[in-house]
């Protein structure tokens, strides 16, 4: 079975910091771009950050420019989302994505597209 698994969210005070990982199997996901979006209570999914296969290009979203960092491991099939001074606005369910046809910028442009796969999310709380 091809699926993602999210993991790394909970609760966190506003200022702290979490890490988010998206571990790939069933297939290789060294040739797909690797987006994180994230969808809030009563708001559509927005998209957060993407990188490209290579992991040499990314995109954020403006809101957490700064803030944020993609990377991804292709030899352990796994994505991350180092998330830093977090905010409660930052509260979200969290999820990741994988698309081979798409490129990191595609993902950014396109946050409600069908993606090739998706994960079943994680979520982040961030308290004031």
């Known amino acids: 079975q091809v699926q993602l698994v999210e993991s790394g969210g909970g609760l966190v005070q506003a200022g702290g910091s979490r890490r988010l990982s998206c571990v790939g199997s069933g297939r290789s996901f060294s040739g797909y771009a690797m987006g994180w979006f994230r969808q809030a209570p009563g708001k559509e999914r927005e998209f957060v950050a993407a990188?490209?296969?290579?992991?040499?290009?990314?995109f954020y979203a403006d809101s957490v420019k700064g803030r944020f960092t993609i990377s991804r491991d292709n030899n352990e099939n796994t994505a991350y989302l180092q998330m830093n001074n977090l905010n409660p606005e930052d509260t979200a369910v969290y999820y990741c994505?994988?698309?081979?046809?798409?490129?990191?910028?595609?993902?950014?442009?396109?946050?409600?597209?069908?993606?090739?796969?998706w994960g079943q999310g994680t979520q982040v709380t961030v308290s004031s």
């Open positions: 990188v490209n296969a290579g992991g040499h290009v990314t």
């Open positions: 994505a994988a698309d081979r046809d798409r490129s990191a910028q595609g993902m950014a442009s396109s946050p409600q597209a069908p993606y090739d796969y």
